[in-house]
């Protein structure tokens, strides 16, 4: 876990996110996700059409790429929004969080945790170089 978490947070700027949307495939581009309680967390809102997605189907892929290795992590994202806990390390951990509304009156703040992952590193060449399941 401590491995893929570094690769998202350290090695790269931009997460992709990847979801079912009414049979067809659906991409966008997350941020830095956090750890908290042993958990990868990535936040969005409730409103957007990603979480309406996952709410119908919470099997995503999450795939970036640091220039040299890339990441593909084929999880499900569980909703963690009641635990007020997450959302304040959420606050904590980011500086504009509070400005773009991410507080814990907002009952569209969703904090989402990866279970169920397969995750693999790939060199350019498409060959894997790590694997881990959590």
């Known amino acids: 876990m401590n491995e893929t978490f570094k690769f998202l947070k350290e090695n790269t700027q931009v997460n992709f996110v990847s979801t079912i949307n009414n049979g067809k495939p659906s991409c966008r581009p997350f941020g830095d996700p956090i750890m908290f309680d042993d958990k990868i967390y990535v936040i969005t809102n409730k ?70 992952v397969e995750s693999t590193i790939y060199d350019e060449e498409g060959e894997i170089l790590e694997s881990y399941n959590f």
């Open 47 to 116: 409103h957007k059409n990603v979480s309406k997605q996952i709410e119908k189907d919470n099997h995503v892929c999450v795939v970036a790429y640091d220039g040299e290795k890339w990441i593909r992590i084929n999880c499900k994202l569980i909703d963690d929004s009641n635990n007020m806990e997450v959302k304040q390390a959420v606050i904590d951990e980011f500086d504009w969080a509070i400005e773009a509304g991410y507080t814990l009156d907002n009952p569209e703040f969703q904090v989402l945790y990866m279970a169920d």
